[in-house]
């Protein structure tokens, strides 16, 4: 019995593994392609302009409600310690620093990321993928690295936005609703936020969700099984897989941002 049961969990790592490294190749293979897609920058742009352009109303609306909800929060909170002067700060540096990156890469993946997966599925499904490969054309240059850099150029200019309109929605609570200072509001967060050390990481946080969640989403579309429950199946997986690498990496990369004063 402990010997069957051993045998099965090694062969269920060794298959985990074996996938690992599969994608691992992968995600070479797509880094290789990259600099053949950018010789079609029109490509990349149209991608761009997919990925990131049709993202802007969900994330600008969700920024705005997260906004909102914070400065109603915060205010809360710092009030009861006689430290509401400092809402402006807390609520600039949990947006660009946090919030902003993660939630971003959170939406990016439900909504861009499954695109891309169902997208890439269907052209697998519809034999387009295979036609491609017996036109001596490479799928992964066509297809899949233009995707790549479009995911990759979009997620921070989109991370961006969320931060931006957040502190706007801030500002309509705190200020307008709630009657803080507007100077105080402003001032704080222009003598207290570091552009490098604070914002700069942000954007290298997005950049870096922006890489995961795009890989595992052509990934899932590309090797999923050319029917409609498969593709349907890798849909479900992108948001899944996605999700979790984000909130992974995450906390590996606050760790070793904000380690240290």
């Not at 053949?36 to 991608?47: D, E, K, N, T």
């Not at 609570?173 to 003598?191: E, H, K, P, R, Y």
């Not at 992974?248 to 941002?257: I, P, Q, R």
């Amino acid at each position: 019995m402990i010997a069957a049961f051993l045998q099965r969990l090694g062969g269920r790592a060794i298959e985990q593994f074996r996938g690992w490294g599969h994608a691992a190749f992968f995600f070479v293979d797509v880094l290789r392609a990259v600099p053949v897609s950018l010789r079609r920058f029109g490509l990349v742009v149209a991608q761009i302009y997919a990925i990131g352009n049709r993202s802007l109303i969900i994330i600008a609306a969700s920024g705005l409600a997260v906004g909102f909800v914070l400065a109603l929060q915060m205010y809360y909170a710092l009030v009861t310690y006689g430290a509401a002067e400092s809402l402006g700060l807390i609520v600039n540096l949990a947006l660009v620093r946090e919030l902003g990156p993660v939630v971003t890469a959170l939406l990016f993946a439900g909504r861009a990321g499954t695109s891309l997966t169902a997208e890439i599925g269907l052209m697998k499904a519809g034999e387009q993928i295979a036609a491609m490969e017996l036109m001596a054309i490479d799928p992964k240059a066509r297809v899949l690295a233009p995707r790549f850099v479009g995911g990759i150029v979009s997620m921070p200019i989109l991370a961006i936005i969320f931060s931006a309109v957040g502190i706007l929605g801030a500002y309509v609570v705190a200020v307008l609703l709630i009657g803080v200072d507007a100077g105080n509001f402003w001032s704080i967060m222009q003598t207290r936020v570091d552009v490098l050390r604070d914002v700069g990481n942000g954007l290298v946080k997005a950049a870096v969700f922006g890489v995961i969640c795009t890989v595992v989403a052509l990934y899932q579309g590309f090797e999923t099984e050319a029917t409609p429950e498969g593709v349907a199946y890798a849909t479900t997986r992108t948001v899944v897989i996605s999700s979790l690498w984000v909130l992974g990496m995450d906390f590996v990369l606050t760790a070793l941002m904000f380690s240290t004063p």
